[in-house]
């Protein structure tokens, strides 16, 4: 096939124990799935809806980059997150057959310009400047699920700066990864090569040029950065 302009690489991610990487196809977030985020983000803890929002595939940064900090914004925050790798998809995924999709895990960051966003909020507008900007999502090295299995307690932890801001245990999330997955389904097709950064704990805080964060799912995988 012939194209007009050359084609864009195709965004992916490392894979623990091997060279092979993980081709991206979609980014999607789920949004206030622990009940200490959404108390201090000043919005109720709902348990029957969840909240989806995506990000590009190609906002995705490696573990131990320096990105720049990002245009239009002068709060840039961090929001830790267990991330899930899909090998398989499809529409209205059972719960109980959800983890059979899953290849890996892993631990990401979903960068937010706060600013846009509560601009966004006061106008009832989308979302999307303030969370689908370039290099809004740091992801680990990804851990294959046929090592590790499909962790239930981890603990979930940011450091900035070696002080510690957000920590938490993943069962503490309001929709569970199957939850997740079955909800999703029903709003989109999901297809062989979608993340899902499956949202963030109390702590989330503002990111300064300079800055360096350690993020870590235990036992599973850590991610580190660096703002220039």
């Known amino acids: ?21 993980f081709p991206v196809h979609r980014i999607y977030c789920i949004g206030r799935n622990y009940a200490d985020h959404a108390k201090e983000m000043g919005a109720p803890v709902e348990r029957g809806t969840p909240m989806f929002f995506c990000k590009p595939a190609d906002a995705l940064v490696a573990d131990g980059a320096t990105m720049s900090y990002p245009s239009a914004t002068k709060e840039l925050h961090h929001e830790v997150e267990m991330v899930v790798a899909l090998h398989s998809g499809g ?45 809004s999502a740091p992801l680990s090295v990804l851990r294959p699920a046929s ?10 932890t940011l450091d900035v700066n ?3 801001r957000q920590q938490t245990d993943i069962a503490e999330m309001i929709f ?36 360096s964060w350690d993020a870590r799912l ?5 991610l580190s950065g660096h703002i220039a």
């Not at 050359?6 to 092979?20: E, F, Q, V």
């Not at 290849?103 to 400047?129: M, S």
């Not at 909800?183 to 999901?190: P, T, V």
């Not at 235990?218 to 850590?222: F, I, L, R």
């Open 218 to 222: 235990e036992g599973v995988a850590e």
């Open 91 to 135: 529409s209205d995924i059972a719960e109980h057959d959800a983890r059979s999709h899953i290849f890996a895990y892993g631990v990401g960051l979903d960068l937010t310009r706060r600013d846009l966003q509560a601009a966004a909020k006061a106008k009832g507008h989308p979302w999307d400047v303030a969370k689908a900007f370039d290099s």
């Open 147 to 156: 090592d590790i299995g499909h962790p239930e307690h981890a603990q979930l």
């Open 176 to 211: 569970s990864v199957p939850q997740i997955i079955a909800e999703l389904s029903k709003l989109f097709e999901l297809k062989p090569g979608d993340l899902i950064y499956t949202g963030t704990p109390a702590g989330v805080a503002a990111l300064q040029r300079g800055d």
């Open 1 to 21: 096939m012939e194209f007009v302009i050359p084609s864009p690489p195709i965004a992916n991610a490392a894979i623990a124990g091997t060279d092979a990487r």
């Open 162 to 164: 070696g002080a510690r």
